[in-house]
């Protein structure tokens, strides 16, 4: 379980663009992500990959961690080739507990420490890749904004990856936890 933060459905991802998934006409082109809410919510269930961490990425941010969320201000990705793969994502070091076989906090809930992918900025994105590298994933299929929809703008889940989340939150059994 990841403490403090919720999954949300808010930005389109360009593999989906890539691979003629997305629905523009009705806005199902979005992907998950996760942000922080406070470290009294209750988190979601998910699941954690090892991944090799050659090539360890680290930038420290000098800014003052002021949201509480307790979690390191530093940019911190696994590998150039993670970093290429979830291009449109900022990364925070989180922590979580394991779980049980049965959802529920293993013999000893010490919290453990994983690498997360979370919500990012347009700005941010155009700061790391340039403005060309947006165009050719976002603005030639008519994509203004990555991270900028607002709640009611009408963005919804893409159709194909919502089916897959659902599939296997529900063969872990944790379908209540991403609903």
């Given at each position: 379980r990841v403490?403090?933060y919720?999954?949300v459905?808010?930005h389109?991802a360009?593999?989906f663009?890539q691979?003629?998934?997305?629905n523009q006409e009705?806005?199902e082109?979005?992907?998950?992500?996760?942000?922080y809410v406070?470290?009294?919510?209750?988190?979601?269930?998910?699941?954690?990959?090892?991944?090799?961490?050659?090539?360890?990425i680290?930038?420290?941010?000098?800014?003052?961690?002021d949201?509480?969320?307790n979690?390191?201000?530093?940019?911190?990705v696994?590998?150039r080739?993670f970093?290429?793969?979830?291009?449109e994502?900022?990364f925070?070091?989180?922590?979580?507990?394991?779980?049980?076989d049965?959802?529920?906090?293993s013999?000893?809930p010490?919290?453990k420490?994983g690498i997360?992918c979370?919500?990012s900025?347009?700005?941010?994105?155009l700061?790391?890749?340039?403005?060309?590298?947006?165009?050719?994933f976002?603005?030639k299929?008519g994509?203004?904004t990555?991270w900028?929809?607002?709640?009611?703008?009408g963005l919804?889940p893409c159709a194909?990856?919502?089916?897959h989340?659902?599939l296997?939150?529900?063969?872990a059994?944790i379908l209540?936890?991403?609903?």
């Open positions: 403490p403090g919720r999954r459905f808010g389109p360009s593999i663009f691979r003629g998934i997305a009705t806005l082109m979005s992907s998950l992500s996760v942000e406070s470290p009294d919510f209750a988190g979601f269930v998910g699941a954690v990959f090892e991944v090799p961490n050659d090539n360890l680290v930038d420290n941010d000098d800014d003052d961690d949201d509480g969320d979690n390191s201000k530093d940019t911190i696994p590998s080739d970093l290429l793969r979830e291009e994502f900022d925070v070091q989180a922590s979580y507990v394991e779980l049980d049965d959802k529920n906090y013999g000893n010490t919290p420490l997360m979370t919500r900025t347009d700005a941010t994105y700061q790391r890749w340039g403005q060309s590298h947006f165009e050719e976002y603005g299929y994509i203004p990555i900028d929809w607002k709640p009611d703008s919804r194909v990856y919502l089916r989340c659902y296997a939150a529900q063969a059994g209540d936890s991403f609903l």
